[in-house]
């Protein structure tokens, strides 16, 4: 293990005391997803949901899309930046915790505008003629490459799209991954990389983050 990989936990701690404090909803649902939910992990956590906020704010979207609503906690984070009429669809498909998620969206200031739909994403968006603004992508990772196939239509110049978990643990760094979900990821990654219609970075926050902008 090298000096770095000793001080992550230090270092964790480090960038959350050195970033803008986190609100008060966003403390609870957080606190509430460790002490209610088996996999709290999958939670967008602190670092992750500031960059989504400050993105947020920054584009001021109209219509946000995000697949995989787990507790909200990320959905929260993307409501911040919405103009003033605008709205986020968020999709996932686990009944048994869409009670959390719709209590702290009820709480909120953006309850009006979230749109929390219990729908498979790729229904949806075969379904849908909207355009979005902003997608985040945190869910099923053996469906990243169709989703990504199917969001591409639904942008336009000036989009961004957002998928999480691309490095995988490292995972991707396999050359012939048995695992199906560490070979769609690769398969994703290689698929953004030669699209010349975006142009992308992967941030390396917590398990990678694919970064992509419609030009």
């Known amino acids: 293990m ?33 002490q209610k939910t088996t996999q ?20 001021q979207p109209k219509n946000i899309l995000e697949i995989g609503t787990f507790t909200g906690y990320a959905t929260l984070c993307l409501a911040t930046g919405m103009a003033k009429d605008g ?42 003629d909207e355009f979005f603004d902003l997608v985040f992508i945190d869910a099923d990772k053996e469906n990243y490459a169709e989703y990504f196939r199917l969001i591409k239509p639904r942008t336009k110049s000036g989009s961004v799209v957002m998928f999480d978990n691309v ?3 490292g995972k991707v760094l396999e050359e012939n991954p048995k695992q199906k979900s560490t070979q769609v990821i ?26 992509l902008r419609r030009k």
């Open 2 to 34: 090298s000096f770095f990989e000793e001080k992550l936990p230090e270092m964790d701690r480090y960038l959350e005391t050195h970033a803008s404090s986190e609100p008060e909803i966003l403390r609870k649902l957080r606190r509430e997803t460790y």
């Open 40 to 59: 709290p992990h999958m939670i967008s956590g602190y670092q992750q949901g500031r960059l989504l906020t400050i993105i947020s704010q920054m584009m």
């Open 186 to 211: 690769k398969e994703l990654n290689d698929l953004i990389a030669k699209d010349d219609d975006f142009e992308n970075l992967i941030l390396p926050l917590r398990d990678g983050l694919n970064f």
């Open 87 to 128: 709205k986020i669809t968020t999709l996932d498909v686990n009944e048994d915790l869409a009670y959390l998620p719709k209590k702290y969206f009820a709480e909120s200031e953006y309850a009006s505008q979230i749109h929390f739909r219990l729908q498979d994403a790729k229904e949806f968006l075969r379904e849908t």
């Open 167 to 169: 490095l995988w643990y």
